[in-house]
């Protein structure tokens, strides 16, 4: 079936040079499904630690990516980096990115909208859509003959 197979760096190089070609298959798949139209996408960060001792961090190949950071839920300090997901209710992921654990969530939720920017134009469409299959629905009618539903108070 293959004429051959790689080694471990060549199946490195055709990784990385495919990650691209990854990325635009999940957002494809993902547009496609129901569970992109969701009114609302959550954001959240966890860290990913890469070194505990301080050998580990001088001699790692992400000194210039990685840096040291807290995090809450384990009540400890940690050297590595930190993963940004958006995604849906469901689950569904939307955006990811890993960054220095020392930069705002903000500014790498804004680092990361702007370089998908497509994105944006879609949510807005998407938006619209929904709201459109809003405006036009029709009242909810009850199977009782004479009786709707009345709105709630606020």
């Not at 954001?43 to 070194?51: E, L, Q």
Request: charged fraction near 25%; include cysteine; charge should be positive.
């Amino acid at each position: 079936m293959f004429p051959y197979l790689p080694q471990r760096p060549g199946y490195n190089k055709r990784l990385r040079s495919a990650l691209l070609l990854i990325k635009r298959m999940i957002r494809e798949l993902a547009t496609d499904s129901d569970f992109w139209f969701d009114n609302r996408w959550i954001a959240g960060s966890t860290p990913v630690p890469r070194g505990m001792s301080r050998p580990t961090v001088q001699r790692s190949n992400l000194a210039g990516w990685a840096g040291y950071g807290y995090c809450a839920s384990h009540s400890r300090f940690f050297w590595g980096l930190r993963l940004y997901l958006v995604c849906t209710p469901t689950g569904m992921p939307i955006l990811w990115a890993t960054a220095n654990p020392k930069i705002g969530e903000r500014e790498v939720l804004a680092a990361m909208l702007e370089a998908d920017a497509d994105l944006i134009c879609l949510a807005r469409r998407r938006s619209d859509v929904i709201y459109a299959m809003l405006r036009d629905r029709k009242p909810y009618q009850s199977r009782r003959k004479n009786h709707t539903r009345k709105p709630a108070a606020a």
